[in-house]
């Protein structure tokens, strides 16, 4: 990072007065008399919505005593209409798109009441002093929220030392927790951007993370499921823990944590450390991997920008598969892996790019760029299945039609002598991988076709007896537990979601459509 930002800092506070002298010019901030319910815990007042069926509030609230105080109150629901419309035309505001429901849902719980911003001194004595009205402070999620903009140089003094704010703003994007979703970021924060007068372009991006669970249950002290990540990193290392936490599974979604898949991504890191013992002379890419290595770095690229870290190290997975496959890895090979590899395994990279005189730092270097032409191939492999078992592998030209495909195949000798019969299923997929229970993965993933249409298909295909002619590759079995009687769709989706592993890789993914799949 750049620099810790700390909401105790001399340039974030006056920020803050900044902002509060401006909103209230505009007659955005009143004060005001008001009695209710007050969770000393939570330091907020609370309404009858934080009331359980008996009409109680419960204990997360702790101690809740009857209060009345003056405070200074942001005018929240002037920005509700705006709010509504922003949200609901927005395709990038919140992200993944699922939770745009939940935002929208919180405003309009949260727009019939304006905003406590301040608390008084004699209560509260920390905090940020309004600068209008010396007995009061501002209330921390206020205060809070704008670190965000303050330490990237918003309403910045000359010579503060912090950034050119038209250089950074507006971000990328904020990575949250879905549990501080509603109200604070998805409603508060654009409420208040808004009213400082950002416009809708300058409005950032919500990424919302999942949690780790454990057997299904969020990690909890009191439950005493807990990962310390200090075990993992005494253990393993922090690179195969940091590596892990990016490919364990999909970033916006809940994702069981597994010891064993740490290992699993220390091992991996084992793998491209012996690459070291294989290097041969060569800057460039070998002549039988430049396709795959222009592949590799548009498929890494391009998720990173997506935050699909999961598959885009699964692609760099394959690419030292065979490098090891083939026995060596050129100069030029490992330079390019290793600067796909450092922003999620940083010191392993760094380390190995030193051994190798590589030059100027690794992260000093420009990102990698592919070329679309090198990408293309002559010949590609063809697994050829029977009865759902692959029985071979042929090479056939890149640009071959589907109808030439099946013209080819079913005349070859090689496949002839496979016992290939008219009905069985030919899969035209050059980069499969069949697993131990006969389920496959792409190793090339993208948005193409979801697994649940996949499975989708399985599912019809297993209980109506269809064998339709599909342009999508389809190059796997019928698991056997999608194969029992009187499965329905919603069990397909069950099993979609279940914690198996051969599962679980395609939930998490999306298999490579292609346009020459064909059934014999």
């Given at each position: ?131 209008f009205d010396p007995d009061f402070v501002t209330y921390v999620w206020f205060d809070a929220l704008i670190n965000y903009v303050s330490f990237a140089g918003y309403l910045a003094e ?309 064998r339709p002619r599909y342009d999508t590759c389809i190059g796997f079995t019928v698991h056997e537990e999608v194969g029992h009687g009187g499965s329905t769709l919603p069990q397909v989706d069950e099993l979609l979601a279940s914690d198996k592993a ?19």
């Amino acid at each position: 990072y750049d620099g810790w930002a700390a909401t105790t800092d001399p340039r974030h506070k006056a920020c803050v007065q900044k902002i509060l002298t401006s909103l209230k010019d505009k007659g955005q901030l009143y004060k005001k008399s008001y009695r209710g319910f007050y969770s000393v815990r939570q330091e907020q007042f609370l309404t009858d919505k934080e009331r359980d069926e008996d009409g109680n509030f419960g204990p997360e609230w702790g101690e809740v005593v009857e209060l009345e105080e003056e405070n200074w109150y942001f005018r929240l629901a002037d920005q509700a209409e705006w709010m509504k419309q922003f949200v609901e035309k927005s395709g990038s505001f919140v992200l993944p798109a699922f939770r745009k429901a939940e935002v929208l849902n919180a405003i309009e719980r949260s727009f019939d009441a304006d905003l406590c911003i301040s608390r008084p001194k004699e209560r509260l004595s920390w905090g940020i002093e309004l600068p209008f009205d010396p007995d009061f402070v501002t209330y921390v999620w206020f205060d809070a929220l704008i670190n965000y903009v303050s330490f990237a140089g918003y309403l910045a003094e000359p010579g503060s030392g912090l950034p050119e704010f038209s250089r950074l703003w507006p971000a990328d994007c904020e990575v949250i927790g879905k549990d501080i979703l509603v109200p604070a970021h998805g409603v508060y924060w654009p409420a208040m951007l808004h009213a400082m007068g950002f416009s809708d372009e300058e409005m950032p991006t919500l990424l919302v993370h999942g949690w780790w669970n454990i057997n299904g249950e969020k990690m909890s002290k009191s439950r005493g499921n807990v990962i310390n990540p200090d075990d993992i990193v005494r253990d393993l290392g922090a690179d195969a823990f940091r590596l892990y936490e990016m490919f364990m599974g999909a970033f916006d979604q809940a994702i069981p944590w597994s010891t064993n898949g740490a290992k699993g991504c220390r091992r991996f890191l084992d793998r491209v450390w012996k690459l070291q013992s294989m290097v041969c002379d060569g800057e460039g890419f070998s002549k039988d991997l430049e396709a795959e290595m222009h592949q590799t770095i548009k498929k890494v690229s391009e998720d990173y920008e997506k935050m699909k870290f999961n598959t885009a190290i699964a692609a760099m997975m394959t690419l030292v598969n065979d490098f090891f496959a083939k026995g060596q890895v050129t100069r030029g090979e490992l330079r390019m892996l290793l600067l796909l590899l450092n922003p999620v395994a940083p010191h392993i990279t760094e380390e190995m790019w030193e051994d190798q005189g590589f030059g100027a730092p690794i992260h000093h270097q420009p990102w990698p760029k592919w070329d679309e032409e090198k990408m293309k191939t002559a010949e590609v492999e063809i697994a050829v299945q029977i009865c759902g078992k692959v029985r071979g592998r042929i090479m056939i030209p890149a640009d071959m039609t589907k109808e030439q495909a099946e013209q080819e195949l079913i005349q070859r000798e090689d496949v002839q002598a496979l016992g290939i019969a008219p009905g069985d299923y030919v899969c035209y997929d050059p980069k499969t991988v069949i697993t131990e229970s006969g389920f496959v993965k792409s190793r090339f993933l993208d948005d193409k076709a979801s697994a649940a249409c996949l499975l989708t298909l399985l599912w019809r295909m297993h209980h109506t007896g269809e064998r339709p002619r599909y342009d999508t590759c389809i190059g796997f079995t019928v698991h056997e537990e999608v194969g029992h009687g009187g499965s329905t769709l919603p069990q397909v989706d069950e099993l979609l979601a279940s914690d198996k592993a051969e599962i679980q890789a395609v939930s998490y993914t999306h298999l490579r459509a292609h346009e020459t799949g064909a059934y014999l």
